[in-house]
């Protein structure tokens, strides 16, 4: 008695499965390029890319990124009134402006600017490629670094209870009480 006696459909699979051969090769050509396709689109490449806009930041203790306002506006007086109840000095803070569909590269902003914390008015964490949930209008710890997040500069003027939690919750603790 042989031993492909007591096996005999394993051993038959074993000797064909080491004499077929595949019965389609695939080239190159058959294998799709993804990053051409819908899975990844091109508003990715921000992560890798240089922006001239980041290249202006500084070192500085506060980044406040928002979304645009024009010089003198009300969102513009609103947000030097936080400021100064934060009792920031200019040499403390910074601003960048990002429309909806600006994205910027987290790991490019902290590199240049080294922010110990980051208030986002009206801004998504993914739009700075991070796949992160913040809690609104508290602090939140990621990356060694505090973040922030609240409602944009005109929704916040127009829910002063947001307003106030974003106050009471973390400007407050963070830049009041922590000096």
């Not at 031993?3 to 394993?10: G, Q």
């Not at 074993?14 to 004499?19: R, Y």
């Not at 993804?34 to 508003?43: A, E, L, P, R, S």
Request: hydrophobic residues 40%; glycine residues 2%; proline residues 6%.
């Amino acid at each position: 008695m042989q031993i492909n006696d007591f096996f005999p459909n394993l051993f038959a699979k074993i000797v064909l499965a080491n004499t077929l051969k595949p019965a389609v090769m695939l080239d190159n050509t058959d294998i799709p390029d993804i990053f051409n396709t819908d899975i990844v689109t091109t508003d990715i490449d921000a992560t890798w890319t240089e922006n001239e806009q980041l290249k202006s930041l500084q070192q500085k203790k506060l980044l406040i990124i928002s979304q645009p306002y024009a010089a003198g506006s009300n969102d513009e007086v609103q947000l030097q009134k936080i400021q100064e109840a934060c009792q920031l000095g200019q040499d403390e803070y910074q601003t960048l402006q990002m429309t909806d569909s600006d994205t910027y590269a987290w790991h490019r902003i902290k590199t240049i600017s080294k922010p110990e914390a980051v208030l986002l008015f009206g801004i998504k964490p993914q739009q700075l490629g991070i796949s992160a949930l913040f809690i609104f209008n508290y602090p939140n710890k990621f990356d060694s670094t505090i973040w922030i997040p609240t409602l944009s500069l005109p929704d916040l003027s127009q829910q002063p209870e947001a307003k106030k939690q974003l106050w009471g919750n973390a400007l407050k603790p963070i830049f009041i009480e922590n000096k």
